[in-house]
């Protein structure tokens, strides 16, 4: 029971120049070192910011290939949190998500482009609610080598405009979109 959003991240992490070879990278939950983010419109008024609490997935990257990179994330959308239990009820409620049906979002990568100067666009299907849709994230390598434990690590940042109704989940108001914001790090296997 994963979701989708994190695996786009993820996907960003896989784009990145990291080393000669291409490796395999885990997204570091266990470390709380990555995160799976949304901001929605509330009827136009303001925004909701959230999360989605538990999510796992994983990256490979080949620097001298980065068309060969991939991503692939696994959300738990019962896991949504917006610091407010009430609300976190009803978003996840079959008035929006549903999440006691469709527990799980997932993300594939599909292409991965090298836009020069640690940019990368990275495409893939999102399983949602679902329906399963292609998106596109735009993402950025943070910085990539050693860490402190005699392992290698490569971190990215990425985002992506989902409209909702792509996704047959019900708008009110201004809310057509979730705007996502994800945050990996990969520890290479």
Same mark, same amino acid.
């Given at each position: 029971?994963?979701?989708?959003?994190?695996?786009? /991240?993820?996907?960003?992490?896989?784009?990145?120049?990291?080393? +000669? *070879?291409?490796?395999?990278?885990? $997204? =570091? #939950?266990?470390?709380?070192?990555?995160?799976?983010?949304?901001?929605?419109?509330?009827?136009?008024?303001?925004?909701?910011?959230?999360?989605?609490?538990?999510?796992? /997935?994983?990256?490979?990257?080949?620097?001298?290939?980065?068309? +060969? *990179?991939?991503?692939?994330?696994? $959300? =738990? #959308?019962?896991?949504?949190?917006?610091?407010?239990?009430?609300?976190?009820?009803?978003?996840?409620?079959?008035?929006?998500?549903?999440?006691?049906?469709?527990?799980?979002?997932?993300?594939?990568?599909?292409?991965?482009?090298?836009?020069?100067?640690?940019?990368?666009?990275?495409?893939?299907?999102?399983?949602?609610?679902?329906?399963?849709?292609?998106?596109?994230?735009?993402?950025?390598?943070?910085?990539?080598?050693?860490?402190?434990?005699?392992?290698?690590?490569?971190?990215?940042?990425?985002?992506?405009?989902?409209?909702?109704?792509?996704?047959?989940?019900?708008?009110?108001?201004?809310?057509?979109?979730?705007?996502?914001?994800?945050?990996?790090?990969?520890?290479?296997?």
């Amino acid at each position: 029971m994963k979701k989708t959003l994190l695996a786009t /991240g993820l996907a960003m992490a896989t784009m990145m120049p990291l080393g +000669a *070879s291409a490796a395999d990278y885990v $997204i =570091d #939950t266990k470390g709380a070192h990555a995160s799976v983010n949304f901001k929605v419109s509330h009827l136009g008024y303001s925004f909701i910011k959230g999360r989605f609490n538990t999510f796992e /997935g994983n990256f490979s990257y080949d620097p001298a290939d980065v068309a +060969a *990179s991939k991503v692939s994330v696994t $959300i =738990d #959308t019962t896991s949504l949190d917006s610091n407010h239990a009430e609300r976190d009820k009803h978003i996840r409620s079959g008035d929006f998500i549903n999440a006691g049906k469709f527990s799980t979002a997932t993300f594939n990568s599909t292409r991965v482009k090298d836009k020069g100067d640690g940019q990368l666009e990275i495409n893939g299907d999102l399983t949602l609610h679902g329906v399963t849709k292609p998106i596109t994230i735009d993402a950025e390598l943070v910085g990539a080598g050693e860490d402190p434990w005699g392992g290698e690590r490569a971190g990215f940042t990425g985002t992506t405009r989902l409209e909702l109704a792509d996704f047959d989940i019900p708008v009110m108001g201004a809310s057509s979109y979730a705007d996502m914001e994800l945050h990996v790090e990969g520890v290479k296997q």
